[in-house]
Protein backbone atom coordinates (compact mmCIF):
# COMPACT_ATOMS: atom_id res chain seq x y z
CA UNK A 1 0.00 0.00 0.00
CA UNK A 2 1.12 3.24 -0.99
CA UNK A 3 1.64 6.51 1.32
CA UNK A 4 -1.68 7.95 -0.81
CA UNK A 5 -3.78 4.66 -0.02
CA UNK A 6 -6.02 5.23 3.18
CA UNK A 7 -6.92 2.59 5.45
CA UNK A 8 -10.10 2.60 7.60
CA UNK A 9 -10.09 1.52 11.16
CA UNK A 10 -12.12 2.51 14.37
CA UNK A 11 -11.02 5.46 16.10
CA UNK A 12 -8.14 4.78 18.32
CA UNK A 13 -8.57 5.36 22.13
CA UNK A 14 -5.49 5.68 24.63
CA UNK A 15 -1.99 4.76 22.79
CA UNK A 16 -0.69 1.92 24.20
CA UNK A 17 2.94 2.07 25.15
CA UNK A 18 5.78 0.21 25.01
CA UNK A 19 9.68 0.67 25.93
CA UNK A 20 11.61 2.18 22.98
CA UNK A 21 14.82 3.83 22.19
CA UNK A 22 14.55 7.21 22.21
CA UNK A 23 17.87 9.82 21.61
CA UNK A 24 18.54 12.19 23.89
CA UNK A 25 20.02 14.93 22.46
CA UNK A 26 23.33 16.71 24.56
CA UNK A 27 23.73 20.12 24.66
CA UNK A 28 26.50 21.93 22.93
CA UNK A 29 27.26 18.57 20.47
CA UNK A 30 26.76 16.31 17.86
CA UNK A 31 27.10 13.19 20.23
CA UNK A 32 23.63 11.46 21.35
CA UNK A 33 23.11 9.06 24.14
CA UNK A 34 20.23 6.82 23.99
CA UNK A 35 18.22 6.57 26.62
CA UNK A 36 15.09 4.36 27.38
CA UNK A 37 11.39 5.84 27.58
CA UNK A 38 8.03 5.42 26.49
CA UNK A 39 6.23 6.17 23.16
CA UNK A 40 3.07 5.12 21.82
CA UNK A 41 3.14 1.96 19.60
CA UNK A 42 3.57 1.67 16.00
CA UNK A 43 2.24 -0.27 13.12
CA UNK A 44 4.08 -3.61 12.74
CA UNK A 45 4.54 -2.70 8.76
CA UNK A 46 7.06 -0.13 10.61
CA UNK A 47 4.69 2.90 9.55
CA UNK A 48 3.01 5.45 11.96
CA UNK A 49 -0.48 6.16 11.23
CA UNK A 50 -1.53 9.76 10.98
CA UNK A 51 -5.03 10.74 11.57
CA UNK A 52 -6.34 13.71 9.48
CA UNK A 53 -9.35 14.70 8.05
CA UNK A 54 -8.53 13.79 4.20
CA UNK A 55 -10.59 15.60 1.43
CA UNK A 56 -12.10 18.35 3.71
CA UNK A 57 -11.12 20.24 1.05
CA UNK A 58 -12.45 18.41 -1.90
CA UNK A 59 -16.07 19.53 -0.04
CA UNK A 60 -16.01 15.83 1.23
CA UNK A 61 -17.75 15.86 4.91
CA UNK A 62 -15.20 15.92 7.34
CA UNK A 63 -17.86 13.88 9.92
CA UNK A 64 -17.73 11.04 7.38
CA UNK A 65 -13.89 11.20 7.35
CA UNK A 66 -13.77 10.36 10.93
CA UNK A 67 -11.20 6.96 11.75
CA UNK A 68 -9.31 7.35 8.01
CA UNK A 69 -5.90 7.51 8.42
CA UNK A 70 -2.83 7.62 5.97
CA UNK A 71 0.11 5.93 6.42
CA UNK A 72 3.30 7.57 6.08
CA UNK A 73 7.24 6.96 6.73
CA UNK A 74 8.37 7.29 10.33
CA UNK A 75 11.55 8.78 9.44
CA UNK A 76 11.88 10.79 12.77
CA UNK A 77 11.63 7.85 14.86
CA UNK A 78 14.88 6.64 16.69
CA UNK A 79 16.89 3.53 15.61
CA UNK A 80 16.35 0.79 18.19
CA UNK A 81 19.98 -0.26 20.19
CA UNK A 82 21.54 -2.50 17.71
CA UNK A 83 24.27 -3.73 19.79
CA UNK A 84 25.03 -5.81 23.51
CA UNK A 85 25.55 -3.92 26.78
CA UNK A 86 29.30 -4.79 26.68
CA UNK A 87 29.35 -2.59 23.53
CA UNK A 88 27.26 0.22 24.50
CA UNK A 89 29.19 0.46 27.63
CA UNK A 90 32.69 1.03 25.66
CA UNK A 91 30.60 3.13 23.35
CA UNK A 92 29.40 5.30 26.42
CA UNK A 93 33.20 5.57 27.39
CA UNK A 94 34.08 7.17 24.52
CA UNK A 95 31.25 9.26 24.12
CA UNK A 96 32.18 10.55 27.76
CA UNK A 97 35.52 10.60 27.38
CA UNK A 98 35.06 13.19 24.25
CA UNK A 99 32.86 14.84 25.76
CA UNK A 100 35.09 15.86 28.63
CA UNK A 101 38.25 16.26 26.74
CA UNK A 102 36.34 19.02 24.61
CA UNK A 103 35.05 20.68 27.35
CA UNK A 104 38.29 20.71 28.79
CA UNK A 105 40.53 22.10 25.96
CA UNK A 106 37.82 24.36 26.00
CA UNK A 107 38.23 26.14 28.97
CA UNK A 108 41.96 25.90 28.57
CA UNK A 109 41.84 27.51 25.08
CA UNK A 110 40.16 30.66 27.18
CA UNK A 111 42.27 31.02 29.17
CA UNK A 112 45.37 30.72 26.59
CA UNK A 113 43.69 33.43 24.22
CA UNK A 114 44.98 36.03 27.70
CA UNK A 115 48.66 35.68 26.22
CA UNK A 116 47.59 36.22 22.87
CA UNK A 117 48.11 32.54 21.55
CA UNK A 118 45.79 29.78 20.60
CA UNK A 119 45.93 26.69 22.33
CA UNK A 120 48.39 24.80 19.81
CA UNK A 121 50.73 27.76 20.04
CA UNK A 122 50.55 27.70 23.64
CA UNK A 123 51.37 23.93 23.67
CA UNK A 124 54.25 24.25 21.01
CA UNK A 125 56.06 27.07 23.57
CA UNK A 126 55.61 25.03 26.54
CA UNK A 127 56.60 21.68 25.07
CA UNK A 128 59.92 23.02 24.00
CA UNK A 129 60.40 25.01 27.16
CA UNK A 130 60.13 22.10 28.68
CA UNK A 131 61.92 18.99 26.71
CA UNK A 132 64.29 21.89 25.14
CA UNK A 133 65.14 21.84 21.17
CA UNK A 134 63.19 18.91 18.87
CA UNK A 135 62.82 18.49 15.73
CA UNK A 136 59.90 19.32 13.51
CA UNK A 137 58.85 15.49 13.38
CA UNK A 138 59.57 15.19 17.24
CA UNK A 139 57.29 18.32 17.97
CA UNK A 140 54.47 16.52 15.80
CA UNK A 141 54.89 13.55 17.75
CA UNK A 142 54.72 15.37 20.54
CA UNK A 143 51.60 17.80 20.08
CA UNK A 144 49.77 14.89 18.30
CA UNK A 145 49.43 16.74 14.81
CA UNK A 146 50.49 16.57 11.39
CA UNK A 147 53.99 17.68 9.99
CA UNK A 148 52.16 20.11 7.74
CA UNK A 149 50.55 21.47 10.79
CA UNK A 150 54.23 21.80 12.56
CA UNK A 151 54.92 23.88 9.78
CA UNK A 152 52.26 25.91 9.98
CA UNK A 153 52.62 26.52 13.66
CA UNK A 154 56.46 27.77 13.89
CA UNK A 155 55.68 30.03 10.63
CA UNK A 156 53.39 31.63 12.79
CA UNK A 157 55.30 31.56 16.17
CA UNK A 158 58.41 32.34 14.22
CA UNK A 159 56.53 35.72 12.65
CA UNK A 160 56.30 36.53 16.48
CA UNK A 161 59.46 36.46 17.15
CA UNK A 162 58.93 33.52 20.16
CA UNK A 163 61.07 30.35 18.18
CA UNK A 164 63.50 29.92 15.46
CA UNK A 165 64.39 27.00 12.97
CA UNK A 166 68.11 25.80 14.12
CA UNK A 167 69.65 23.80 11.31
CA UNK A 168 71.68 21.15 13.22
CA UNK A 169 75.35 21.29 12.36
CA UNK A 170 75.80 17.47 12.39
CA UNK A 171 73.05 17.23 10.07
CA UNK A 172 72.19 19.92 7.40
CA UNK A 173 68.78 17.92 6.38
CA UNK A 174 67.89 18.22 9.97
CA UNK A 175 65.89 21.49 10.99
CA UNK A 176 65.27 21.77 14.61
CA UNK A 177 62.75 24.05 16.67
CA UNK A 178 64.14 26.61 19.38
CA UNK A 179 62.51 28.85 22.03
CA UNK A 180 63.83 32.67 21.60
CA UNK A 181 64.81 34.68 24.40
CA UNK A 182 61.06 36.35 24.02
CA UNK A 183 59.64 33.12 23.90
CA UNK A 184 61.40 31.50 26.56
CA UNK A 185 60.42 34.53 29.35
CA UNK A 186 57.04 34.32 27.55
CA UNK A 187 56.59 30.99 29.06
CA UNK A 188 58.47 31.90 32.13
CA UNK A 189 56.10 34.47 33.21
CA UNK A 190 52.32 32.93 32.08
CA UNK A 191 53.01 29.01 32.73
CA UNK A 192 52.94 29.06 37.17
CA UNK A 193 49.57 30.62 36.62
CA UNK A 194 48.49 28.69 33.80
CA UNK A 195 49.18 25.76 35.96
CA UNK A 196 47.43 26.69 38.45
CA UNK A 197 44.15 27.15 36.40
CA UNK A 198 44.80 23.91 35.49
CA UNK A 199 44.72 22.74 38.63
CA UNK A 200 41.31 24.68 39.54
CA UNK A 201 39.65 23.33 36.69
CA UNK A 202 40.70 19.76 38.03
CA UNK A 203 39.43 20.42 41.61
CA UNK A 204 36.13 18.31 40.72
CA UNK A 205 38.34 15.49 41.65
CA UNK A 206 40.21 15.09 44.57
CA UNK A 207 43.78 14.08 44.30
CA UNK A 208 43.14 10.57 44.49
CA UNK A 209 40.68 10.30 41.83
CA UNK A 210 42.95 12.24 39.68
CA UNK A 211 45.55 10.22 39.95
CA UNK A 212 43.56 7.05 39.40
CA UNK A 213 41.81 8.43 36.23
CA UNK A 214 45.39 9.10 35.51
CA UNK A 215 46.00 5.71 35.82
CA UNK A 216 43.26 4.59 33.70
CA UNK A 217 43.77 6.89 30.83
CA UNK A 218 46.96 5.92 30.88
CA UNK A 219 46.40 2.02 30.72
CA UNK A 220 43.50 2.39 28.13
CA UNK A 221 45.93 5.01 25.33
CA UNK A 222 48.94 2.95 25.51
CA UNK A 223 46.35 -0.07 25.08
CA UNK A 224 44.96 1.23 21.78
CA UNK A 225 48.49 2.74 20.74
CA UNK A 226 50.00 -0.53 21.05
CA UNK A 227 47.56 -3.00 19.43
CA UNK A 228 45.44 -0.90 17.61
CA UNK A 229 47.67 1.91 15.75
Given at each position: MNSSEHIRH?????????STTETRLLPNTYWALPTKTARPALPRDGRHVRHDRVGASNGQDPDELRGVATLAPDLDRPAP????????????????????????AKAVATKVQD????ASQFSTLEVLYHLGPLTLGELADKLFVTRGNVTYLMD???????????????????????????????VARVFP???????????????DEQ???????????????????
Open positions: EPPGEPTLQQAWTADQDTAFRLWIVLSRCYGTYYGLTRLVSQGLVYRHRCPDDQRVIQAKLTDDGRALGHVEYIEHLSRHLDEESLQGLLRCLGEGIAGSDL
